[in-house]
């Protein structure tokens, strides 16, 4: 495994002391790391979805609020979940419409079929298990209930993941060392060796009881949106 990346017994405690360390200057790095495709993407995620005031959407690993704000805007009623105090702070300092509830993503303390839509950006490499994620994303949901997850992913062909690869493995760090936390952003780029193979994972939304699972491809493959229903 790379060096940066705890081993599963560590990860939770890791993983979260790590995003409280960076909340202070999450946003300012997304916006310029991701030249603001970021947000384009959330608000992809949630047109795919079709997000709008007749829904409860939950937002797992809600970070500084990106995700729950725009779904808030859509007049959705948000309740954002997320295990570090601080991200969930920056959420709040920003005033983002929504509940806003520390827990982990996979034991959401909410009632069964509690939610028509689960979003979730950017979380899958950072939890400890995928599957338990999923399954607690299904367990939230009402039936037909929509699930978007967005995460990063690396471009097929060679030349782009070439190009990728250089800058998501060198100037990603490089940049967040400076600014921010040179071990965090060290990580984001490893985590990425915690996600699965494409058929791997989306045969483990199946498995976790999810149908129509679409992928679209973001950024020339630099990310990916996995758009479900339950
Ligand atoms: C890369 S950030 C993404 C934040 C936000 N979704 C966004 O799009 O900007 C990952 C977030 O997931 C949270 N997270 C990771 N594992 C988690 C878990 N097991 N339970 C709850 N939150 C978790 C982290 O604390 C962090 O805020």
């Not at 493995?169 to 071990?183: C, E, K």
Request: net charge positive; aromatic share 6%; hydrophobic share 50%.
């Amino acid at each position: 495994m790379t060096r940066s990346l705890p081993a599963p017994p560590d990860k939770a405690a890791v993983v979260q002391a790590m995003f409280d360390r960076i909340a202070p200057r999450y946003d300012l790095l997304n916006r310029l790391l991701t030249f603001r495709l970021d947000q384009r993407w959330r608000r992809l995620a949630l047109r795919l979805t079709a997000v709008g005031p007749a829904d409860v959407v939950v937002d797992i690993g809600c970070g500084t609020g990106d995700m729950s704000a725009l779904a808030a805007a859509t007049g959705a009623r948000v309740i954002g979940v997320d295990f570090a105090a601080r991200m969930l702070a920056g959420a709040r300092a920003r005033g983002v419409s929504a509940a806003l509830v520390r827990a982990d993503g996979t034991a959401v303390p909410l009632r069964t079929g509690s939610a028509t839509v689960v979003t979730s950006a950017f979380v899958l490499r950072n939890v400890v298990s995928i599957p338990g994620l999923l399954e607690e994303s299904a367990r939230l949901l009402a039936p037909g209930g929509r699930l978007a997850l967005l995460e990063v992913d690396a471009p097929r062909w060679a030349l782009a993941r070439w190009g990728h690869a250089l800058y998501f493995n060198r100037v990603v760090p490089a940049i967040g060392g400076l600014l921010s936390d040179r071990t965090a952003y060290r990580y984001l780029p490893d985590s990425a060796a915690y996600l699965p193979d494409e058929r791997r994972l989306l045969a483990m939304i199946a498995a976790a009881g999810f149908t129509g699972i679409a992928k679209h491809r973001l950024g020339g493959g630099a990310a990916q949106l996995l758009i479900a229903r339950r």
